[in-house]
């Protein structure tokens, strides 16, 4: 970030400001992020960088998701891919969308929440942009069961795709996220041992991190089955 500032370029600021907020986003330090993503908005909007604005705009509204404020997380999502179609831009454009889906699961509007999950599916398979399958269907998973009448076989089935995707691009992240929320699963159906087993498997694997949101949850919860 330093060297960004240093050279005085706006591209590559912008650029490694939406980089490096979307990591602290996964990494769960989500004021860094936002203070970030805040400053990558008005960056991108004086120089008319739209695309950029649009990325920035689209991650800050997957903050507010995480952070609880699903309504902010609505509008702004629904914004930036207003703003990304007139860029004629894909990249990213399924995981924005599975938590836009995620926001509106949070409003209680699931029939909404499960066709931006389809649409998101749908464009990674015209896209071929694949890095986000996992986590896509991860989300998809904790949607049914999040709604009025959860539905665990379908869940175990995106839970299980997200595991399978994960473990075949080696993403140990992702495969983490989806171990937890199947031993998640398996815990509430009385399955105490087998989650158990497959959340450590996966957690062992990492020697660092251990600061990180979805480590600290990991822990947790093997401390719980534990």
Request: hydrophobic share 45%.
């Amino acid at each position: 970030m330093s060297y960004s500032r240093a050279i005085g370029h706006a591209v590559t600021l912008i650029n490694t400001l939406c980089l490096s907020s979307l990591t602290n986003v996964f990494c769960g330090n989500y004021a860094t992020a936002r203070a970030e993503l805040t400053e990558g908005i008005a960056f991108s909007g004086e120089r008319s960088a739209l695309f950029w604005k649009a990325q920035a705009t689209a991650t800050l509204g997957v903050l507010s998701a995480l952070m609880g404020s699903a309504a902010d997380a609505v509008n702004m999502i629904d914004d930036s891919l207003a703003m990304w179609r007139s860029t004629e831009g894909t990249a990213r454009v399924p995981f924005y969308m599975s938590y836009l889906a995620k926001a509106h699961a949070m409003l209680g509007r699931f029939d909404e929440a499960q066709c931006y999950i389809d649409q998101a599916i749908s464009t990674m398979e015209v896209t071929g942009e694949r890095v986000w399958t996992a986590e896509v269907h991860r989300l998809a998973g904790e949607i049914v069961l999040a709604s009025p009448c959860p539905d665990a076989g379908k869940a175990k089935a995106y839970f299980e795709r997200a595991l399978a995707v994960s473990r075949a691009q080696q993403a140990k992240s992702w495969e983490l996220r989806a171990a937890t929320s199947t031993a998640r699963l398996w815990r509430d159906q009385g399955k105490s041992q087998q989650a158990r087993e497959l959340l450590a498997s996966v957690y062992g694997w990492f020697s660092e991190g251990f600061d990180t949101l979805d480590l600290k949850e990991a822990k947790t919860l093997l401390d719980e089955l534990n």
